[in-house]
T-cell receptor, first 114, second 112 residues
């Protein structure tokens, strides 16, 4: 069974600085998707970024980028120029390409200090 | 993000009540999902619907009864719940069964 592990329950960063959130996963599949979702205090789960495993190029969305290391089964999220609105719980998630099931990690609570 | 809406946003119910959660997606998607998010636990997939047919039921107790009358609407009917069922219930949708899932704002449920 696939598992997703986020080893950092909490992280903090100063406003305008850069922070990296870690995620590792376990799978025997070669084709899959990885996601980072953000859940602010409103509890709305918001898609931040998506990576397709067959693509070697790391996905980027404005200030958010990932470091996808397929061999190491690692998928970290880098947030540049952190803003107060980035404060949230961040979830890493895995999905097989041919499946519908999203497997989530336990989340990392990010605090942004002014 | 208003593509997926959920009502009510908050619900308090007794163990003998019957209530329903509603989810509506305005994205033209064909698949819809119910998730349960309890404190200190990862999200748990409950049900999956594709083109109004249930395709997955993850050993969810029968006191939770889903209904998908069309591809835009998904309901979760609740009856004789237990206090441990108190959680955030999230609805999601995707273009097709294997697509990226977009979530609604959730319904925070408290069972007394």
């Amino acid at each position: 069974a696939q598992t997703v592990t986020q080893s950092q329950p909490e992280m903090s960063v100063q406003e305008a600085e850069t922070v990296t959130l870690s995620c590792t996963y376990d799978t025997s599949e070669s084709d899959y998707y990885l996601f980072w979702y953000k859940q602010p205090p409103s509890r709305q789960m918001i898609l931040v970024i998506r990576q397709e495993a067959y693509k070697q190029q790391n996905a980027t969305e404005n200030r958010f980028s990932v470091n996808f290391q397929k061999a190491a089964k690692s998928f970290s999220l880098k947030i540049s120029d952190s803003q107060l609105g980035d404060a949230a719980m961040y979830f890493c998630a895995y999905k097989e390409t041919s499946g519908s099931r999203l497997t989530f990690g336990e989340g990392t609570q990010l605090t942004v200090n002014p | 993000e208003t593509g997926v809406t959920q009502t009510p946003r908050h619900l308090v119910m007794g163990m003998t009540n019957k209530k329903s959660l509603k989810c509506e997606q305005h994205l033209g998607h064909n698949a819809m999902y119910w998730y349960k998010q309890s404190a200190k636990k990862p999200l748990e997939l409950m049900f999956v619907y594709s083109l109004e047919e249930r395709v997955e039921n993850n050993s969810v107790p029968s006191r939770f009864s889903p209904e998908c009358p069309n591809s835009s609407h998904l309901f979760l009917h609740l009856h004789t719940l237990q206090p441990e069922d108190s959680a955030l219930y999230l609805c999601a949708s995707s273009r097709e069964l294997t697509g990226t899932q977009y979530f609604g704002p959730g319904t925070r449920l408290l069972v007394l």
